[in-house]
């Protein structure tokens, strides 16, 4: 049987760390869209029979109706592909949830909070999703398989492993536990990363978003494509998303003022379909305002400058000058070796550093 695993797509996300640049959320969320609609196509061509979807298919908060429609008049263009979902944090099966109260294509199957079993000509399809925009437990230590001579898929919103308080809300399971489930493919949402042909015929595997949703997510994105027979199980990854988050750093300790570093970045080569953050490293000789530089930046795919570049004075040498630069300097040292500063605290010392000695220049 041949399928499509995807996961977090989450539609009408708000994009609320690419804010700072006009339209961009609006940009990106019709580029989920056509991400969408490409996938589609995808399965139309190739005759798709499965699309598993682990979760996070859209953001509960922000979804609008059109959009669900929009995901639904594509649903029923591939009749002949059985839909799979399995809502997760995100998209919770509650009340008021689209998944509850819209009318779905007849090909779409969404799964509760109760582990269920569908049986399909070719396998046993089950399913959890989640009821609350938390899970703690979904059932899965006391499930058993019904028939393990059939292909059985599982298809889940879960964590592999958590171990920290936030993993253990979201679901977290033992990938020990699963493998001794015996299951012959599970399809897996929430980590926004692929896992996927990492070991020999691996079957618990993520997808990984579906759309790349920000700096926390560089690379591709896309969907996994597998040819599963009882036994044997093939997966290639697919890329949907051809815009592509990626960082540039930038060493500045050569650099003597914010008039080069600003033409260093203007000079860089960026193509169109990337979205780019500039990280500032290296020893710094003159005051960065990342803010300031973003406003002569002249390509529009630059969204962000970070600044992680350390000052330049030796302070400690500086300081044993009997100047009035000097005694600045001992007491700024005094204050940036303090114990238990944070990384904002250090940041403010070292701007106030800089500040002080152009001043007394």
Known sequence: MKFVHIADMHFDSPFINLSGKEMLGDLKRLQQRKIFKKMIEYIKENQIEYLFISGDLYEHQYVKLTTIEYINNLFTQIPKTKIFISPGNHDPYI????????????????????????????????????????????????????????????????????????????????????????????????????????????????????????????????????????????????????????????????IVSNEELIEKINNLEIQKNQYIKIILVGKRNFEINPNQLLKYVENDNIIKIKNHTKIAYDLEKISRENTLKGLFAKEMLEKITQENLSEEEKQIIENAIEIGFTALE
């Open 95 to 254: 009340k008021n949830s689209y998944y509850n109260k819209f009318n779905w294509s007849e090909n779409v199957k969404i799964f509760s909070s109760k582990i269920q079993k569908i049986q399909t000509p070719d396998a046993n399809i089950y399913g959890y999703g989640f009821d609350d925009f938390y899970c703690n437990d979904c059932g899965i230590e006391n499930f058993q398989i019904e028939d393990k001579n059939a292909l059985n898929i599982l298809v889940l919103h879960a964590t592999l492993d958590g171990a920290s308080l936030e993993d253990r809300q979201y679901n977290s399971i033992s990938k020990r536990l699963l493998k001794e489930k015996q299951f012959d493919y599970v399809a897996l949402g929430h980590i926004h990363k692929p896992y996927y042909n990492e070991e020999e015929n691996q079957n618990i595997c993520y997808p990984g978003s579906t759309a790349s949703l920000g700096f926390d997510e560089l690379g591709k994105h896309g969907m996994i494509v597998g040819n599963l027979q009882k036994g044997n199980i093939e997966l290639k990854f697919v890329s949907l998303d051809d815009e592509e988050f990626k960082e540039i750093e930038i060493d500045t300790t050569e």
